[in-house]
């Protein structure tokens, strides 16, 4: 893969297009000192070789690496989970003394534009973050570059993939729920298009098949894709509750914010969680976990160990391209008990 030494440099542009150094100088930074007909022989020298232009020049003249790392952020800026990913990133850059920054891409963003801003800065590799497991599709100009990615994966090619062991995590919280005596789960599952759905569907299946439980004979629902359906959680419970008594004895939550929804739910009903129902959740989403009454037993996902792995991989130049699924601890709290058999 390419290295931030193998990007054109202002020399080979200018050997391409027969001109001097300072004549590509010029045309990047004061194209109305050309003429028309030199100023278009430097564009498409420029455009042929992918050049950007090199604001760690100095560091890469003296033939030293930039020792930096870049981060191609999709949609993690709005995400309050980006807080502890980023974080985890330039923490174990700076232990190591390493740079990073962060370039973020938004759906209205130019990808062309972003890249080569990114790529001014010579990283010495990327790393590719997103918010909530997906499939990124990369730039061109990225899939002969150094990457790696973080909480997602790329679709055109195989690349090193830190991701959170969604199917282990589902399997070790409903264990324990399980464990805890409850039989009759509610499940109310993420949408079926998104990658984290049928892993912990498998995990939560395999915990029930541990138990003696067919889990094809659990009632089972798949959220709709839009924020607007956690609306339709309510009614989805209160459709198991005949004459005020539920044909459920606990609710497995795709995320935290379904199990909210559940919570106001059987709150207003007159059911006490634990004493009349289990609930668990799944993300230990950020700032309101420990705010639910009582606190509510979820999964945390490991955005901070997906960092520094991810950081890890490039500055140790590791060959890893697979995927490397990362441990996703329970977090048990209140919001289940041991059932007296």
Not at 245 to 264: E, L, T, W
Request: aromatic content about 8%; charged content about 25%.
């Amino acid at each position: 893969m390419a290295h931030a030494k193998d990007i054109a440099s202002i020399k080979d542009v200018a050997i391409r297009a027969d001109v001097s150094v300072m004549t590509v100088s010029r045309a990047i930074n004061d194209p109305k000192k050309l003429k028309p007909d030199t100023l278009k022989k430097v564009q498409q020298a420029i455009e042929e070789l992918g050049y950007v232009p090199d604001y760690s020049a100095r560091k890469v003249r003296n033939g030293n690496k930039t020792k930096t790392i870049g981060v191609l952020a999709f949609d993690t800026a709005t995400s309050p989970f980006s807080v502890e990913l980023n974080l985890s990133i330039e923490e174990t850059a700076r232990a190591h003394g390493w740079g990073c920054f962060v370039i973020n891409m938004f759906k209205d963003n130019n990808p062309d534009y972003m890249v080569d801003m990114l790529l001014s800065y010579r990283p010495e590799g990327i790393i590719v973050s997103s918010m909530g497991l997906k499939f990124v599709k990369l730039p061109k100009k990225l899939l002969d570059y150094r990457c790696v990615f973080a909480n997602c994966e790329c679709i055109e090619k195989n690349f090193a993939c830190y991701e959170p062991d969604d199917e282990q995590g589902q399997y070790k919280i409903v264990k324990e729920l399980l464990k805890a005596g409850y039989r009759k789960p509610l499940c109310l599952h993420l949408p079926t298009l998104l990658i984290a759905t049928p892993r912990r569907r498998y995990g939560l299946e395999r915990a029930c098949r541990e138990f003696g439980i067919d889990p094809n004979q659990l009632i089972h629902y798949h959220m709709e894709v839009g924020d607007e359906h956690y609306r339709d959680m309510p009614s989805l419970v209160l459709k198991h509750i005949k004459n005020g008594k539920p044909q459920f004895d606990s609710v497995i939550c795709g995320n935290d914010r379904i199990a909210f929804m559940v919570y106001q739910t059987l709150l207003t009903e007159g059911f006490k969680i634990p004493q009349d129902i289990g609930v668990i959740g799944y993300d230990n989403l950020v700032g309101i976990g420990d705010l639910f009454m009582p606190a509510l037993s979820t999964v945390q996902i490991p955005h901070y160990e997906i960092g520094r792995l991810s950081t890890l991989h490039i500055i140790n130049n590791l060959e890893i391209n697979n995927k490397v699924m990362v441990d996703s601890p329970c977090l048990i709290r209140s919001s289940f008990r041991k059932i007296e058999q």
